[in-house]
C-alpha cells in the first residue's frame, strides 16, 4: 500500500477527463496582468473564463494589479476564500518548492502544472498529501477538449 499515492498522479486520457468534469473554480498560481497577453500565464486563464471556469488570480510577481480578468488578485492560495478545485500553476519547475508549503496548506483537490512544467519530487509530495497532480500538459486545451460540460 506504500504506492498509494501514485494514484494521485494522472496521466491518463480518463484520469484527466474524470477531473475536469469536477472543476468550476480554478486559481491561477503564477497568473499575468492584460498587459501579458501574449503570455500563457494571461491568455490561458483568460480562455478558461470564457470556457465558463471561474479564475482566481494568484500573482507571485512584485507588480500586483488588484484585479485580474474581473477578479480579485491575491498573493497566497491560502488566502483565497471560498472552494478551489484546482491550482493552475505557471511557475518554473524550479520555483515550485517554494510555494509547496501554501499548496499543502489550501490543500485543493487538484495541481495542474501547465505544458512545460514538471517537477517530481514536489508532483510526489503533492501526491503522497492526497493532491492529484497533472504534470506538463495545457489546462486550457485538455479543458476544451474533456471537460467542458
Not at 484527466?16 to 500563457?40: D, E, T
Not at 478545485?85 to 485543493?108: K, M, Q, S, T
Request: glycine letters at 6%.
Amino acid at each position: 500500500m506504500a504506492d498509494d499515492w501514485r494514484r494521485c498522479l494522472l496521466t491518463t486520457p480518463s484520469d484527466i477527463r474524470q477531473l475536469l468534469h469536477g472543476v468550476s473554480r480554478v486559481a491561477v498560481l503564477g497568473a499575468r496582468p492584460a498587459s501579458y497577453a501574449h503570455k500563457a500565464a494571461y491568455y490561458v486563464p483568460e480562455a478558461l473564463q470564457d470556457m465558463g471556469l471561474t479564475i482566481v488570480p494568484v500573482v507571485v510577481h512584485d507588480h500586483v494589479e488588484p484585479r485580474i480578468l474581473g477578479e480579485p488578485v491575491y498573493r497566497r492560495l491560502v488566502d483565497v476564500p471560498g472552494q478551489l478545485d484546482l491550482v493552475d500553476v505557471f511557475r518554473r519547475p524550479e520555483d515550485l518548492p517554494g510555494h509547496v508549503d501554501d499548496i499543502l496548506a489550501r490543500a485543493p483537490r487538484a495541481v495542474w502544472f501547465q505544458s512545460g512544467i514538471r517537477n517530481d519530487a514536489v508532483a510526489e509530495t503533492l501526491a503522497r498529501a492526497g493532491i492529484q497532480v497533472v504534470q506538463d500538459r495545457c489546462l486550457m486545451i485538455d479543458y476544451r477538449n474533456h471537460g467542458r460540460r
